[in-house]
């Protein structure tokens, strides 16, 4: 079988090569469930929680109320020290999720000052006591999430120090801190770090179309492809990707747009009530991007104030 016709394989985990990646205030529940309709087995992945947050069920702890068929599902936290990790790691395993992350990339300002996310790549002693102790209660596959170093380039180091803590497999966004999310993102340094550790490395950067995850193949050698920014407006991205891996074409009607942002929003009002329409706002122009007035009918979706009346500008655009 050919790299592009095989699944990965983590643990008792199966999937297919191409990955939805985590986005803070957009991969969402109901975004998730709108992927999910398209790519029945992908690999998905929460937003953000701290451990602490999960583990004393504060606000953001919401987060794991999810769908049985968003699943499989890797749930990420970011962490500071040990507190909290044993009953973080018992409550999100109680509610099945497949897989945990570590988030050790965030590049956020509240997030790095509190010692967390991508400082924690410039503290390897605190990062290996993080890492062995979300190991030692997780009985589900665990994997990592990086950037190329914090403030100096040492993934290669710290993947290395993952593989030896028994992460089962990582995922490289190979810009520093201070690059946040633009930029040529390091290719030869993923191809390193694919070469010298074991367990299976997804990228993460800049793949949007089977151009650009061929390209990423083609320079790293990785085993998955993640697909964030790239999910925007596109909750189909990750079936294109996987129709296209196999050389078939894959086309989305004006039509599926459409209703896929009709769905969009009804999905974002069952889970958050009256404000899932304002939340839609952020995913209002992604969806219209290409159509010929589409600064105009977005504007009116924002400016309307009922989700019935945002359902019908929305359809009125397969009658024009
Ligand atoms: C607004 C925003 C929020 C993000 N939130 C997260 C997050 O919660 N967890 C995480 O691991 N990465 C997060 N990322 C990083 C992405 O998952 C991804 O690594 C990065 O954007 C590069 O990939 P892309 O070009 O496919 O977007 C975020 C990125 C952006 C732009």
Request: hydrophobic letters at 40%; a neutral charge.
């Amino acid at each position: 079988m050919s790299f592009w016709h095989e699944k990965l394989t983590i643990k008792n985990l199966s999937f297919p090569r191409f990955i939805g990646g985590p986005v803070d205030g957009m991969t969402d529940s109901p975004y998730r469930q709108l992927i999910r309709s398209f790519s029945p087995d992908a690999l998905l992945y929460s937003e953000i929680r701290h451990v602490r947050c999960v583990a004393h069920e504060l606000g953001g702890a919401k987060a794991l109320n999810f769908q049985a068929h968003e699943r499989p599902l890797n749930f990420q936290f970011t962490a500071n020290s040990e507190e909290g990790i044993e009953a973080a790691c018992e409550k999100v395993q109680a509610k099945g999720v497949d897989c945990v992350d570590l988030n050790i990339g965030c590049p956020a300002k509240n997030i790095v000052q509190s010692g967390s996310g991508s400082a924690l790549m410039a503290d390897p002693v605190l990062l290996e006591k993080i890492v062995k102790k979300l190991r030692a209660h997780l009985s589900v596959p665990f994997t990592v999430k990086m950037r190329a170093g914090f403030k100096e380039v040492n993934a290669l180091a710290i993947a290395q120090l993952m593989q030896d803590c028994g992460v089962d497999a990582i995922t490289v966004h190979p810009r520093l801190q201070k690059e946040r999310f633009s930029g040529e993102p390091a290719y030869g340094l993923v191809a390193d770090i694919k070469k010298k550790v074991s367990i299976p490395v997804f990228f993460s950067g800049g793949i949007t179309d089977w151009e650009s995850a061929r390209m990423v193949y083609e320079l790293t050698g990785v085993d998955g492809f993640m697909v964030s920014r790239g999910l925007y407006g596109a909750p189909w991205i990750l079936q294109e990707l996987h129709e296209n891996s196999q050389g078939r074409e894959y086309t989305v009607s004006l039509e599926t747009k459409i209703t896929t942002a009709v769905r969009h929003l009804e999905l974002l009002c069952a889970y958050y009530g009256v404000a899932g329409q304002y939340l839609l706002r952020k995913h209002i122009a992604p969806y219209l991007k290409g159509l010929q007035d589409a600064g105009n009918i977005g504007k009116t979706c924002m400016e309307t104030e009922s989700p019935e009346e945002v359902k019908k500008i929305l359809l009125s655009v397969l009658s024009q």
